[in-house]
């Protein structure tokens, strides 16, 4: 089975310089809505992603503050990478759905963590709904927007099974 290619260019640009940014962008080719929040993501491990994204004008709301559809961009970018990097190469992910608290008004570099659990128990052959938790949280560390995205993961189909 191949590695992600999440996984793969990940472990080959995080330690280098200027590698997050590299990181970040070919994500941000790869699901180019991304681009719209101009993300950088910070870390990955198993369970565990972050990611930030500045307050800049472009993510702005019509009151100054950063823009809630904004915060669901980062929240779901955050989620799928850490799912991604964090799945066994058995299996494949896709977003289902998302439930999303908008606690406080955004303001100021955001960062966004998503965490995983459970994925121990995930069996090769098992399909099933994984929820990925995610608090955004301004510079001063309050959460201003907590998601849970639901992803539907399943076994990946191999070659023997395809046909």
């Not at 800049?56 to 779901?76: F, K, M, P, Q, S």
């Not at 303001?107 to 098992?126: M, P, R």
């Not at 998601?147 to 993961?153: P, S």
Request: hydrophobic share 40%.
């Amino acid at each position: 089975m191949t590695t992600s290619p999440i996984k793969k260019a990940y472990r080959a640009l995080h330690d280098r310089p200027l590698g997050q940014w590299i990181f970040s962008a070919i994500v941000s080719l790869k699901a180019p809505y991304f681009r719209t929040i101009r993300p950088t993501i910070v870390s990955l491990e198993p369970g565990r992603g972050e990611a930030r994204m500045r307050d800049r004008w472009g993510v702005h709301n019509h009151i100054g503050t950063v823009h809630a559809i904004a915060c669901c961009n980062l929240a779901e970018l955050v989620a799928g990478t850490t799912i991604d990097f964090s799945l066994p190469e058995s299996h494949r992910w896709i977003p289902k759905g998302m439930n999303v608290g908008y606690l406080k008004k955004a303001k100021g570099t955001l960062t966004a963590v998503g965490t995983i659990e459970g994925l121990d128990t995930l069996a090769a052959d098992e399909a099933r709904d994984v929820i990925v938790s995610v608090d955004v949280t301004d510079p001063a560390g309050l959460v201003v927007v907590h998601a849970d995205i639901t992803m539907w993961v399943t076994p990946r189909r191999t070659a023997a099974s395809a046909t």
